[in-house]
């Protein structure tokens, strides 16, 4: 079987999972997309409003800062792999109804991050770039200080032979001025270090899938 084929099968299991409290609210499971062969992964943390509607991952905002980068430095879209950490909305709704998002809870993620195990484990990426901490709170180490360690290449993840974080790009457009155009920066050169990594080295990441 192959390995697009493995993560449609994949996918249609995940669409259907309620082992969080997450499935009350959703719209929709937004599970990755991409290349399911993708020498680069890309991982947020969790789908926001658009995404919930479109049952797509980085679709709003964020998404396209995300498209405008990747075009940049010389990336489709459909070459790579974008994922969340969970795989549903977190949201809360308040007493006159209105939906907000809100960060995952352990529980949730917990819960979730199997999916993220099996995709990662499927594809065996080169180069893994969490978007923002709670991705590299959960795939580098817990603690992880983004404005010490943005950037940094480690090398001890059993998914892939190198993994970095950098800013994600929600946070990039809550900046103004000066900073927004510091931080976008960052982010450029990020995803093209990530690049250049990717097609340095024929390395794979070596795990082994568990389905569970």
């Avoid at 990747?70 to 809360?92: Q, S, Y």
């Avoid at 484990?121 to 901490?133: E, S």
């Avoid at 001025?177 to 960052?186: H, L």
Wanted: glycine residues 8%.
């Amino acid at each position: 079987m192959s390995v697009a084929e493995e993560m449609r099968k994949l996918k249609e299991r995940a669409m259907s999972c309620t082992d969080c409290d997450l499935h009350k609210t959703r719209t929709q499971v937004v599970f990755g997309e991409g290349n399911p062969e993708a020498k680069i992964v890309f991982v947020g943390e969790g789908p926001g409003e658009n995404e919930d509607r479109e049952g797509r991952p980085f679709v709003g905002r964020a998404g396209r800062l995300l498209n405008q980068v990747l075009e940049e430095i010389g990336l489709k879209r459909e070459e790579v792999w974008i994922t969340n950490v969970i795989k549903c909305r977190a949201c809360t709704i308040d007493k006159d109804g209105r939906v907000k998002n809100r960060p995952p809870r352990v529980g949730e993620v917990n819960a979730c991050k199997k999916w993220l195990d099996a995709e990662l484990k499927l594809i065996k990426p080169t180069v893994i770039v969490c978007l923002g901490n709670p991705a590299a709170n959960l795939l580098i180490h817990k603690g992880f200080k983004m404005l010490e360690e943005r950037g940094r290449w480690f090398e001890s993840s059993p998914y892939a032979p190198f993994i970095m974080a950098t800013l994600h790009p929600a946070f990039v457009l809550r900046q103004k001025g000066e900073a927004f155009e510091r931080a976008r920066a960052d982010l450029v050169n990020d995803l093209l270090e990530a690049k250049r990594k990717a097609e340095s080295t024929d390395k794979r990441g070596g795990s082994q899938l568990t389905l569970f």
